[in-house]
C-alpha cells in the first residue's frame, strides 16, 4: 500500500502561485509514476499533469500548459505541482496520484489507471 498526503492548496488572487506538496509513504519502492488531478464542483475529476518515475518525462493538460509545472524527488518520496499565473477556473480540489508501472519513463494521464490516491487540498483562486 503507498500513502498520499497533499498540502500547499489555499486561498489567492489571481495571477499568483501556489506550490502543492505530495508526501507518499508506505511500500514506494519500485517505479511509480504520479499524477496531479483535479475537480472542481460540479464537474468530474480532470487530469492535470503527470511524471514519470525518472521524472525526465512530464505531460501537461492543455488547460494548464505554460503555467504549472510538476516535479519530483525520489529521494524524499514527494511530488511538488507549481501552480503560476491561477486563474478562478483553475479553483478547485487537487488530488495527488500513484501507479506503479513497467518502466520508470512511463507516464500515466488516465485517473482509472491509477491505484492511490490523496485526499485532496483545495486551492481557490479569487478574481
Known amino acids: 500500500q503507498v500513502q498520499l498526503v497533499e498540502s500547499g492548496g489555499g486561498l489567492v488572487q489571481a495571477g499568483n502561485s501556489l506550490r502543492l506538496s505530495c508526501a507518499a509513504s508506505?511500500?514506494?519502492?519500485?517505479?511509480?509514476?504520479m499524477g496531479w488531478f483535479r475537480q472542481a464542483p460540479g464537474k468530474e475529476r480532470e487530469f492535470v499533469a503527470g511524471?514519470?518515475?525518472?521524472?525526465?518525462?512530464?505531460y501537461y493538460a492543455d488547460s494548464v500548459k505554460g503555467r504549472f509545472a510538476i516535479s519530483r524527488d525520489n529521494a524524499k518520496n514527494m511530488v511538488y505541482l507549481q501552480m503560476n499565473s491561477l486563474k478562478p477556473e483553475d479553483t478547485a480540489v487537487y488530488y495527488c496520484?500513484?501507479?506503479?508501472?513497467?518502466?520508470?519513463?512511463?507516464?500515466?494521464?488516465?485517473?482509472?489507471?491509477?491505484?492511490?490516491w490523496g485526499q485532496g487540498t483545495q486551492v481557490t483562486v479569487s478574481s
Open positions: 496520484a500513484a501507479v506503479q508501472t513497467t518502466s520508470g519513463y512511463i507516464i500515466v494521464v488516465r485517473s482509472g489507471q491509477y491505484s492511490y
Open positions: 511524471v514519470s518515475w525518472s521524472g525526465t518525462g512530464t
Open positions: 508506505g511500500r514506494t519502492a519500485g517505479n511509480y509514476a
